[in-house]
């Protein structure tokens, strides 16, 4: 059985009365799901006790917001809604921000509530959550409320299926305390996830007649390559074509070694000023599984060609900034193949013969060198920067170590500029970017590919969310170490305000933190880093380590992050505003692409 398919359920005959939540996870099983986490509280324990003995793997987080970011992780790495969250009522409205993150990440995410009994919604009752699906439905993909416990069956596939087919996103499931005290007879059927879309016969060809008149085409690699788990049809169709690659700075990372030679880098703001030249030189983009959105764009800013073929499950997104040359709905995984064997079967090539291989492994040297100087800046009285930190850490960690950024500036940095030596799952979407994040969701990929090095790369601002969760990787003995970039302040809200010229205390945090202390306290064992010369040694204790491991590195709170694309102001949110009537950002954004 392969991550996209379901688990045996649904038996012929006559099926025995029992209750809702037995049902409920009956149907789980079914649909695939190998993984509850959850926080317990009202009647979750109706469906919890069966979660327990059926044999499913469960786990409980500090908090319902960890919980749901664990599931996340661990979907995200599958490539399907393999795990879903179960939460009592007012708790699943803590998980809201990664209901909305899974929506705008693609991410497949399932979340259920056990509600009160319905007759409570007249009466004023404890907890009174009548507005919960409301509340939830306008940031989900799909939302439902169940009162009955025949329908529970059918509730929970169609969750799955919705959370995980097309588009994948988040899906919601209001469940009164009835529905899953009550008995049913209503039988489980297991779910075989529908085949992936594919192109036409004449939409391949028109895309392969694209290619092969194409100068100089370029595959632009976004974060969908992941979700379709397609990086070994992406190399494959690459090197079959000769055709360059370049990935977004955060969903496509990964996707592709960086030193395959037919890498030319990630484009984008904060990507590489050598794979933003390459990519504005093209005559045509090959757009997989990108959305063209502000941050691999570079704010609408780079050169875009004349001819875009543009690869997406989501038809809402081939044209919905601008109108591709070409555009294909479909599987990435599934199109990318159609595309080999249709190259293969008519012996395809782009009109130059192929990339210029020499001049990708140039191009990327110059980013190399360049990184090698960033690397060297002491910044302000000798601290560690966060490029050296980044710099360190590829160079300790094996091969196809997942590392997680949580928010901000060292994320950034950390997808710019972390050597990825072999494909690796990308855990994290790239669009929403809540602050705490980083630990849970690195929970949840180590969950989904216990064979892998997983790291947390955390600011210490978005730290003080998720540091609870210490506790649970010492309580179920998992390993991941967690490296805090502690340069004490919001690093990216306090480079904004200083470009709007205002002085903002906020942005500031405290020295006092002993996060090590923190960190043993909960049964995580680590240490304090403030010499640059210490750094590799003590990368080398935490993978060494029989258990987690937190390194709370003091890093240079003035290294700046350094943009790829000249004169032009990464984050829009960064400029400051325009004043008068029909004032938007300045400079306006004029047309679908303002460059």
Not at 74 to 103: D, I, Q, T
Request: charged residues 20%.
């Amino acid at each position: 059985m392969n991550d996209r398919q379901s688990g045996d359920a649904g038996k012929g005959g006559a099926q025995e009365s029992r209750s809702g939540g037995q049902a409920v996870v009956e149907a789980l099983h079914a649909s695939g799901v190998d993984l509850v986490v959850g926080y317990s509280g009202g009647g979750t324990g109706a469906i919890i006790h069966h979660i327990a003995t059926s044999g499913m793997a469960n786990m409980n987080a500090r908090t319902e917001l960890s919980g749901a970011w664990i599931s996340y992780g661990y979907n995200r790495v599958k490539g399907r809604a393999a795990s879903a969250c179960l939460f009592h009522c007012v708790g699943a409205l803590h998980a809201a921000p990664v209901v909305y993150a899974s929506k705008v990440d693609s991410t497949p995410f399932v979340m259920m509530d056990v509600n009160l009994d319905s007759s409570l919604d007249f009466r004023e009752g404890l907890q009174d959550s009548t507005e919960l699906l409301s509340a939830l439905k306008p940031i989900a993909k799909y939302a439902r409320k169940a009162v009955l416990a025949d329908d529970l069956p059918l509730a929970v596939r169609q969750a799955v299926l919705a959370a995980s087919s097309g588009r994948p996103g988040s899906s919601v499931l209001d469940l009164t305390l009835q529905s899953v005290t009550h008995e049913t007879v209503c039988r489980v059927e297991p779910l075989t996830l529908p085949e992936p879309p594919a192109a036409s016969e004449a939409t391949i060809a028109r895309a392969l007649s694209m290619i092969a008149n194409a100068r100089s085409p370029i595959l632009f690699v976004g974060g969908g390559v992941h979700l379709s788990q397609a990086t070994a049809e992406l190399q494959a169709f690459a090197e079959a074509l000769g055709i360059p690659m370049v990935s977004t700075s955060w969903g496509g990372r990964g996707a592709v070694s960086d030193d395959h030679p037919l890498f030319a880098g990630v484009v984008g703001s904060f990507g590489w000023e050598s794979a933003n030249s390459i990519v504005q030189q093209s005559d045509l983009w090959i757009a997989v599984g990108t959305t063209f959105s502000q941050m691999t764009t570079g704010a609408w800013n780079i050169d875009k060609p004349s001819n875009v073929i543009q690869i997406d499950v989501d038809p809402n997104q081939l044209g919905k900034i601008f109108q591709p040359t070409l555009g294909i709905t479909g599987d990435a995984k599934v199109v990318l193949q159609q595309l080999l064997d249709g190259a293969r079967k008519n012996n395809v090539a782009p009109a130059s013969g192929g990339a210029d291989v020499d001049a990708i492994s140039a191009s990327k040297e110059e980013w190399f060198t360049y990184h090698d100087e960033l690397c060297r800046d002491p910044g302000s009285d000798k601290k560690i920067n966060q490029y050296y930190l980044i710099d360190q850490m590829a160079k300790a960690l094996p091969g196809g170590s997942i590392v997680v950024g949580d928010s901000g500036g060292q994320a950034f940095m950390l997808y710019r500029s972390f050597h990825y030596k072999q494909v690796t799952p990308m855990p994290l979407g790239s669009r929403y970017m809540s602050l705490g994040a980083g630990l849970p969701v690195a929970m949840g990929a180590k969950l989904a590919a216990p064979e892998r090095t997983v790291v947390s790369y955390h600011g210490d601002g978005g730290f003080y969310y998720d540091c609870m969760e210490l506790s649970t990787l010492a309580e179920r003995n998992m390993k991941v170490i967690i490296v805090i970039d502690n340069n004490h302040c919001l690093y990216a809200n306090r480079q904004g305000m200083s470009l709007w010229g205002i002085q903002n205390p906020w942005v500031d945090l405290p020295e006092s933190t002993d996060f090590v202390a923190l960190a043993k306290a909960q049964g995580v064992d680590g240490e304090r880093v403030t010499d640059p010369a210490d750094l590799p040694a003590a990368l080398a204790r935490a993978m060494a380590a029989e258990g987690s491991y937190l390194l709370d590195v003091w890093t240079d709170p003035d290294t700046r992050i350094r943009r790829a694309i000249r004169d032009v102001i990464p984050i829009l949110s960064d400029r400051k505003p325009q004043q008068g009537a029909g004032a938007h950002m300045g400079p306006p954004l004029e047309g679908s692409w303002p460059a």
